[in-house]
Nanobody
Framework: QVQLVESGGGSVQAGGSLRLSCVAS????????MAWYRQAPGKQRELVAQ???????TYADSVKGRFTISRVNIKKMVYLQMNSLKPEDTAVYYC?????WGQGTQVTVSS
């Protein structure tokens, strides 16, 4: 079965950085597109960034220039480097591929 496990969340002040990690198992990782989503309290889950099997990336307008998604296929890992964090980035961040989701990791940015 597919398992996605996120780590790296935490609390930071505005302007700070965090790197989220997600390790996958139960899938042929190298051929799967991977994505990071987030859900803030009272809001719908939204796509933050995605990376194709060949490394093509796309980002939500709200994070362009601040966040970077990357993957290391041999480790079956996907990362989200988050810089210049803002309070509005506060959310639970989820790693996903297809219909499979991780359990989420909390990111809290204080002003």
């Amino acid at each position: 079965q597919v398992q996605l496990v996120e780590s790296g969340g935490g609390s930071v002040q505005a302007g700070g950085s965090l790197r989220l990690s997600c390790v996958a198992s139960g899938i042929i990782f190298s051929v799967n597109p991977m994505a990071w989503y987030r859900q803030a309290p009272g809001k719908q889950r939204e796509l933050v960034a995605q990376i194709s099997s060949t490394g093509t990336t796309t980002y939500a307008d709200s994070v362009k220039g601040r966040f970077t998604i990357s993957r290391v296929n041999i480790k079956k890992m996907v990362y989200l480097q988050m810089n210049s964090l803002k309070p509005e980035d506060t959310a639970v961040y989820y790693c996903a591929t297809g219909k499979d989701w991780g359990q989420g990791t909390q990111v809290t940015v204080s002003s």
